[in-house]
Structures are given as C-alpha cells and as structure tokens.
C-alpha cells in the first residue's frame, strides 16, 4: 500500500506558489477517522451523527470567547486577533470589526463582493462558487472520483431513484473544498433556471483530506442538497445542465439556503422555476468545513486553461490521489472567479 504524504500542499492561482495546507484540528481528525473508526464503529457513527456535529459546533463557534464583549480599541483589538487566528481579511467584511466577537459571526461573515470578488461580464463563464481548494477532472476519464478508494460515483451522489446520473454520465466535474477559515457563502455558478431541487440524507463528516483517504464514498454518504440548472434558456449562460452539490461536514449543522440578486439583501429560498443568476449568493453553511461539486454534461465546458496545467503537475504533494497513485492537485480559487467557458459544439 502506498503511504500518502504527511503533508499536503495545493497551488496559489494568483502567484502559482506551492502552498502547504495548515490542517485544522488535523490529529484529531486522524483518530477519529482511522483509530476510532476501526475500534468503535458505533461510537463513530455516534459522533458523526448531526446531532454530535451540531455539539461540536457550538462548543468550537458558539462558546464565549475570551476578551469578548470589550468595546472600543481593546474589543477590536480582539477581533482583529480572531481574523488572524484563522488567517482571514476583516477588511473585506461588511460588517465593522468591533461587530465580530465570536467564531461564529466570522465564520459566517458577509463581504463586499463586488468589490473584493470582481466578475468577468461574460456570460458564458462559469464562476466558482465558493472560496475554495478545487479539483477539477471528468467522467470520461473515470467513473468516479477516486481518491485511493472512490469516493463517491455519480448515483450515491445524485440519488439512484432520480434520472440525473445518467445526464452525466461523461461529463466533467469540479470539487470545491471549503475550510474553516474560508468566506461559507455560496454563489450561483451559472444563470439559468432550476429545474430540480432537493436533498439527500447522510452522515456528517469531516472534509479534511484525511478523513477523505479513510472514508470509501465519504463526500457522497454526507447530507447533501442538490439544485440542477438549466442554463440553455433565456438570458441564461449557455452550457448545458449543470447540477450544484452541497454537501455538509463534522460540526456543519446546516445548509441555508438565501439567495439574494442584490448583496444579501431579501434573502429567498430556492425552489424548481425560479431563474437565478450567476455571481449571486445562494447558501450559508453553517460552522466546520465543507464540500461544492458541479457537474457538466459533456462536451458542453471546457475548464480554464491554468487550472488545467495546474490539475497536471507532479511537483506537489497532496493527500488526494487518483490512478496508479497520480497526486490530484488542488488550486486555491476565489469565489465568482472564471473556471470554465462554453465549450462550442463542433469545435
């Protein structure tokens, strides 16, 4: 068997510098997805139940935090030492600093993306939807995304009972890993109008790549939301249909869907016929680490051409492998920046 490496790196999409990943709680982790898992499987099944997932959120976001409730320069000083704590920029908040004295209100902070997450106006791009490492790849090529073992294949994913597996069958696909320091908005990737929404039960797990190693069909298992998008309509962006994965981690205890054409303001739930627009803000998941898959037909996008060399070289070490133990790279993305463009039929 080969050993994965203790490290895992992913690039930097601006500089292309090899980044090492500082892993969050990454022992314990470990031991609760190999130890525990192998010794106790009900205790496991246990603090991976969405109950045990919402405990742990609130006694990592939730509990007081130390210095909290000062005011003035010593209570900003104190949120300025949270932000750093995880490694985010309080500056791009909407809120103003001296508002953000907890994990939580951080984690689940709102920015001004339209100024610090521009948008090409092409609109026949896709957008990621999240700040996020990505892996990108297709079904063409394999018919799941293995990472020693697979971990999830187009059915677990997207239900057995529904008819969209097959719509995929060989298309492509981008995962789009969130980590606890990372902005948890989720924005529409594509205009167009939903064609189906619903959710799929699981359990709660981690989205630390290790734990991602240990579990076979880990991402897939998870509680998950799926919304599918028909972008060859009216004003929409013209590459087919797209499905749009959420999919929850230990101490995610929920999804919330609001999705707002205007900032965040009047925030609406998703639902079948609506038209939604790319760039906007779709969901919330609530505190921990989490998981955005898209699909694409085939043929119908072609992924930019950075993320594509990136996605090739072998000068990085990763957790994540594929065939014959071939490192799959992550690329850090911003949310609303260009990953795909309408692949032109014929070309």
């Known amino acids: 068997m080969t050993m994965q490496p203790a490290i895992h790196q992913f690039i930097d999409r601006n500089s292309r510098e090899i980044i090492t990943e500082r892993l969050l709680a990454d022992k314990t982790v470990h031991f609760l997805y190999h130890r525990l898992r192998e010794s106790a499987p009900v205790m496991f099944r246990m603090l991976t139940s969405a109950r045990l997932s919402s405990l742990l959120a609130f006694c990592r976001y939730d509990m007081p935090v130390i210095g909290a409730g000062r005011t003035g320069k010593e209570g900003e000083a104190r949120a300025r030492e949270l932000f750093a704590g995880i490694g985010a920029d309080w500056r791009e ?3 103003p600093l001296s508002f953000y004295d907890s994990h939580r209100k951080i984690f689940e902070r709102q920015i ?3 100024k610090t997450r521009p948008m090409g106006e092409k609109t026949t791009t896709v957008v990621a939807p999240a700040d996020s490492r990505l892996l990108l790849g297709s079904f063409a090529d394999t018919s799941g995304l293995f990472i020693k073992e697979k971990y999830f ?4 994913l997207l239900g057995a ?3 969209w597996p097959e719509r995929f069958r060989h298309g492509d696909f981008a995962v789009f890993r969130l980590t606890p320091d990372k902005y948890h908005y989720n924005h529409l990737p594509v205009s167009g109008r939903v064609v189906d929404f619903y959710g799929l039960d699981g359990r709660h797990h981690s989205c630390n790549p290790s734990a991602f190693i240990a579990m076979a069909s880990l991402v897939a298992k998870n509680r998950r939301i799926v919304t599918v998008i028909d972008t060859d309509v009216p004003s929409g962006s013209q590459v087919g249909v797209v499905a749009m994965v959420e999919i929850v981690a230990l ?3 929920d999804i919330v869907q609001v999705y707002s054409e205007e900032r965040y303001d009047r925030p609406r739930a998703i639902e079948p016929g609506m038209f939604v627009t790319r760039g906007c803000p779709k ?3 609530r505190p921990g680490s989490s998981t955005v898959v898209l699909l694409f037909e085939p043929g119908r996008i072609r992924f930019a051409g950075d993320l594509a060399d990136n996605s090739r070289r072998r000068d990085v070490q990763s ?3 594929g065939f014959f133990g071939r490192p799959l790279v992550e690329t850090d993305v911003r949310v609303r920046s260009e990953i795909a463009v309408r692949e032109f039929r014929g070309e």
């Open 93 to 95: 908040c909407v809120e």
């Open 112 to 114: 001004r993306y339209g």
């Open 153 to 156: 294949d187009l059915e677990e």
């Open 161 to 163: 009972s529904t008819s």
């Open 251 to 253: 101490m995610i205890g």
């Open 283 to 285: 969901s919330l998941f």
């Open 319 to 321: 957790r994540f492998s």
